[in-house]
């Protein structure tokens, strides 16, 4: 079964730190590219960040830059989100979404984890 | 950043109801645009990738249509299960950008 599981959010106080992880289990990892996509309570989908197969290209959005950094280990077969300086407005359940190396995909976001939640507060 | 604009943002509709949702971009996305559901308190699943094609296993009363601007879902016979909100996104640039949604109600 294609799987991703998400781990390491929880509550953390304005200007802190957290890693995110996810684990993927039922295809080859190091073949898929992936993607960070968060969600605020009550609001939409929010896409974070990009990382293909071998780290050769990372994209951030505007929110993210400077502040959070994703990366990937293919022997362990895990995704990472570093996130630093964290806000309240971070506040959001994070997702990890699978992204199939192909054109005849469009770059859609095919597998999506269960998600993790992420609340920064005082 | 393209913007993509949904509607409308909810509906209400009665089981076996024709049901269709559009997206606009604000720019020329030609293909790029994929359709995912979300049912309360789970994640995002992929309906509908590259505008138009199905994703196996994804009941056949689901079809998206449109290229360039203009995209629409269509549910042709809406099922219980059905009832979830509807996101566009689309996969041409960066940052890949979402509808704000759309709610299917039971009437």
């Known amino acids: 079964e294609v799987k991703l599981v998400e781990s390491g959010g929880g509550l953390v106080q304005p200007g802190g730190s957290l890693r995110l992880s996810c684990a993927a289990s039922g295809f080859t990892f190091s073949s898929y590219e992936f993607n960070w996509v968060r969600q605020a309570p009550g609001k939409g989908l929010e896409w974070l960040s990009f990382?293909?197969?071998?780290?050769?290209?990372?994209l951030y959005a505007d929110s993210a830059k400077g502040r959070f950094t994703i990366s990937r280990d293919n022997a362990k077969n895990s995704l990472y989100l570093q996130m630093n300086s964290l806000r309240a407005e971070d506040t959001a359940v994070y997702y990890c979404?699978?992204?199939?190396?192909?054109?005849?995909?469009?770059?859609?976001?095919?597998?999506w984890g269960q998600g993790t939640m992420v609340t920064v507060s005082s | 950043d393209i913007q993509m604009t949904q509607s409308p943002s909810s509906l209400s509709a009665s089981v076996g109801d024709r049901v269709t949702i559009t997206c606009r971009a604000s720019q020329n996305i030609y293909s790029f645009l994929n359709w995912y559901q979300q049912k309360s308190g789970k994640a995002p699943e992929l309906l509908i990738f590259g505008a138009s094609s199905l994703l196996s296993g994804v009941p056949s009363r689901f079809s998206g249509s449109g290229s360039g601007t203009d995209f629409a879902l269509t549910i042709s016979s809406l099922q219980p299960e059905d009832f979830a909100t509807y996101y566009c996104?689309?996969?041409?640039?960066?940052?890949?950008?979402f509808g704000q949604g759309t709610r299917v109600e039971i009437k």
């Open positions: 996104q689309q996969s041409y640039d960066t940052p890949r950008t």
């Open positions: 990382i293909t197969t071998t780290d050769s290209t990372i």
């Open positions: 979404v699978r992204e199939p190396y192909s054109t005849d995909w469009y770059n859609t976001f095919d597998v």
